[in-house]
């Protein structure tokens, strides 16, 4: 794995957003595999200011994203096709026709069908970005006994439900199921980037970057097994969780 240490939140947000720009300059049909959660937001905003500036141009990407609330339908204001819509699609050149964001409504098993469908459509994503909660999940695969390969439905726990309150107006109302991408889709693309900021993330973080141990209780350190996986951390996270390199 490639560890990289920033030395603030917002220099991990540039790089990552360096790396998906020249990733797109490179190949301007690439396939972007996306994220949602407060740690993208910078991320998306430098893409948006790179778009502005005619520094990337998105008019062939193609994306899909890691997950979605069961429940709640793409024009809700807490669903991840409104975000992605809000925090990027609508402010770049994108057809938003070649993005992807799983239903949280209707058949379950059918949505996760269609997810890894488009997972493999076209090819497995050249890049695909990551955050981590603070129980190490990624994207929806929560730490617990075993983990599934396919996508699928997944129940929320407690700690990734308290997390993702703040974004809700009650904690009552955060969906307590969602549609996730399983560990297969996540480990076929072709390179990983997860990032990770605050102190919160500390524990997962040292079970990833500190010593080889995998674990379905921290499903992030299955990225081990990725020969192209990089982390990208600030260096008060680094500091927290003991990292030295
Ligand atoms: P966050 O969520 O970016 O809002 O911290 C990350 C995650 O739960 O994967």
Redesign the pocket.
Known sequence: MHIIVTESYDASAAFVADMIAELINKKPDCKLGL?T????VPIYKKLIGKNAAGEVDFAQVRTVNLDEYCGLAGDHDQSYRYFMDTNLFDHVNINKANTFVASGLGDPAANAAELDAKVAEGGPCDLQL????NNG???FNEAGDCLKAESHIETLTES?IR??ARFFEKEEDVPTTAITMGMKGILSAKCLVLVAT?AAKADAIRQLVCGGEITTHNPSTFMKLHPNAWVVIDRALADAAGYKG
Request: charged share 0%.
């Open positions: 994220a959660g407060g740690t993208p990551l955050g981590i909660g999940h990624i994207a990734t997390a993702n605050g």
